[in-house]
């Protein structure tokens, strides 16, 4: 089983649509990244979050210690945000390799 | 943006040739980190390193060896290229992750192809 989850894999909307992607993760964390990668392109941090909610923008990420689980939400989508959106954990102790831990990342397709 | 800049952006090498990828960072973050990315999976630590000299296996290390002489420089090289080590190479830095909740910066990842 895969530490770190992710739904859905794909995600098709329409420009406006509220979209909604989902992390969850068996291990102790102290802390979790959303990241976003373009096609073709490198990996940019989102947000990096340990408790609670952060905005950006029309991003908004959550987190659920108790429940170990974690949201991206776009508000307003644009096709520009079309791109995969990984969830990466720090585990708890800082982990035995000091690295993250990633999930296989959501291809998000918003259409004009 | 974070300054890291991998080389080359893009390379087909033979199976049985050696490979060096080259990560630069002008931060002088002490942590760099290699990580592969295939279809399938979610991006594995290949080698890491957190400091000059000093670094230690990822949980894919077969068939990959690290250098750190220098703080803004970590190389990644293939002794003897594969076609399973065709992949997409991304580097990454950090203040560190050990002890220290911090962001992580990514360079923009080099396509390997091994034929």
């Known amino acids: 089983k895969n530490e770190v989850e992710q739904s859905p894999q794909n995600l098709t909307a329409q420009e406006g649509e509220f979209i909604t992607i989902n992390c969850s993760y068996s291990?102790?964390?102290?802390?979790l990244h959303w990241l976003q990668q373009h096609p073709g392109g490198g990996i940019v941090s989102l947000f990096m979050?340990?408790?609670g909610k952060k905005k950006h923008g029309r991003l908004i990420a959550t987190i659920n210690i108790q429940e170990k689980h974690s949201s991206l939400h776009i508000t307003a989508s644009h096709p520009r945000d079309s791109a995969v959106y990984i969830c990466?954990?720090?585990?708890?102790?800082?982990?035995?390799?000091?690295?993250?831990?990633f999930g296989k990342g959501t291809k998000l397709s918003v259409k004009p | 943006d974070a300054g890291i800049t991998q080389s080359p952006r893009h390379k087909v090498t033979e199976t049985g040739t050696p490979v060096t990828l080259r990560c630069h960072q002008t931060?002088?973050?002490?942590?760099m980190y290699w990580y592969r990315q295939d279809p399938g999976h979610g991006l594995r630590l290949i080698h890491y390193?957190?400091?000059?000299?000093?670094?230690d296996k990822g949980e894919v290390s077969d068939g990959y060896s690290v250098s750190r002489s220098k703080t803004e420089d970590f190389l990644l090289t293939l002794e003897s290229a594969t076609s399973s080590q065709t992949s997409v190479y991304f580097c990454?830095?950090?203040?560190?992750?050990?002890?220290?909740?911090?962001?992580?910066?990514f360079g923009q990842g080099t396509r390997l192809t091994v034929v």
């Open positions: 990454a830095i950090s203040v560190g992750f050990r002890t220290v909740n911090t962001e992580a910066f």
């Open positions: 291990v102790g964390i102290s802390a």
């Open positions: 979050l340990s408790s």
């Open positions: 990466a954990v720090q585990g708890g102790d800082g982990g035995s390799q000091g690295n993250l831990i």
């Open positions: 931060e002088n973050h002490r942590y």
């Open positions: 390193s957190y400091g000059v000299k000093d670094t």
